[in-house]
């Protein structure tokens, strides 16, 4: 059994003594604490040491790729014909697979040949013989800022390290030209300050500057290239009643010189925003056709790189480039920002004020997913993009026109009825208990007024029986008292003003032919009492 053993001065072939050793890695390291032991465990076999850095550099990356380089090829050829039933045991299975397929040899990776690796890496100054410390030293110095090199050169993740630059250098070009042009129109203000107030364009300003000079040959100039004929009629006019002073000839060379400058920064800014939005289309498709080529770039500018950005959730996205107004937001326990960077974009700044929020939150979404593509996917196209973008805008669309429908995906809510209860919860009314003949009658009334349809109007029909009833309770009553008729009569009296009372105060409709009963029952009261 053979140990594939990689060092930065060559490629190391142990023969493995005793295979038992890998069944115990516990104690392993043990056995590799002097020379001596080491030696008897493994024996180095053959060593394939490279030319030059060249030669490392390229069996490095060809390592770390997976795959077989010239150099290791070449040595286990010779070990495949010496040894065909060996196996041969390697610290990257990645690359074991590669040596597998291409020579047929079978590879073995696992947690005890790791330990094993280890093991051999402590002893590896006085395994390899024939190789000083320094020279050993150099080499790993040097391999390693080789490999440095390679990698930053040819990582896919430093492409848009172009578009970062770029962009950064865009924005520090605006800068130069306000400032260039605010000090022009500050310096030639002096001279001929009505100019500045009719030439709102600064290109145009520049140019009209750069060609008259001083105003006393502006009549005789033709600004017919630069200016409109109207503009051109009023700065004419304009220049004749300039209240700006006089400035010498060396005064408007530096004022021209100036211009020329900014000529030179406008003409370089335009010919890199065309640099920028061709790499903008080839590096992110789909994001540009979203946001656009500016506003794109500068969320990867802010987010470091493409990659980077695609690390970001939406709700990130959104406010990005906004982190100041966020935590000052946070802070003060206020609502928080609705958006950053992406608010520069078109989509959001053509929508209305109240539906900005919506929209750059839609639009975040579907730009982290358009990221994503763009920093993951194989073959890229801008199919995503445009189909995402005519997707907000026509929700977009929709939002303007007042129009609100569901997100897809959310079960629509049941529509909730309203729902009146009725409490059925009856009383007991301790006046149904009497069995008094005087308060039959009033229980009786109120027991019907409970039981009727309405509150407010009642009909009450007096029945015979009633009418007997009472009649049973005179005569008992005269029968019962002979002697007192005169407490007979208070009682009497008593009990109809009483009964007259409750009938006044209960709201309720009597019908005329229960009156007419009443006066006749009141006669025969009457009749009996005399």
Known sequence: MFVLYETPAGYAIFKLLDDNKLKEID??????????????IVKLKHFEKFADTTEALSAATAAVEGKVSKTLKKALKKLVVDDVQNQLLVADAKLGNAIKDKLSLQCVSNTSVQELMRCIRNQSENLLSGLPKKEMTAMSLGLAHSLSRYKLKFSPDKIDTMIVQAQ?????????????????????GWHFPELGKILTDNVAYIKTIK?????????????????????????????????????????????????????SINEYRAHLSEYLKTRMMAMAPNLTVLVGETVGARLIAHAGSLVNLAKHPASTVQILGSEKALFRALKTKKDTPKYGLIYHASMVGSASTKNKGRISRSLAAKASLATRVDAFGDDVTMELGIGH?????????????GINTRLSGVKAKAKLQKFHAVSEVKTFKAAFDSTLPSTSKKVKMEHEAENAPSLKKVKVETDAEAVEEEEQTVEMADVAEEGSSKKKKKKVKHEQEADESVLAESVMEVPASDKKDKKKKKKKQAEADE
């Open 211 to 263: 060609l008259v000079g001083t105003r006393d040959n502006m009549a005789d100039t033709d600004l017919s290239d630069i200016l409109m004929e109207e503009l051109e009629q009023k700065v004419k006019e304009a220049a004749e009643i300039s209240m700006g002073t006089e400035i010498s000839e060396e005064d408007i060379i530096n004022i021209q010189n100036l211009c020329d400058e900014i000529l």
């Open 27 to 40: 104690n392993l390291y043990l056995e590799f604490e002097s020379p001596e032991k080491a030696g008897k």
């Open 389 to 401: 973008r005519a997707k907000l805008e026509t929700r977009l669309r929709m939002l303007e026109e």
């Open 168 to 188: 950064s250098l865009l924005d520090d070009l605006d800068k130069e030209l306000n400032n260039y042009m605010m000090r022009v129109r500050e310096w030639y």
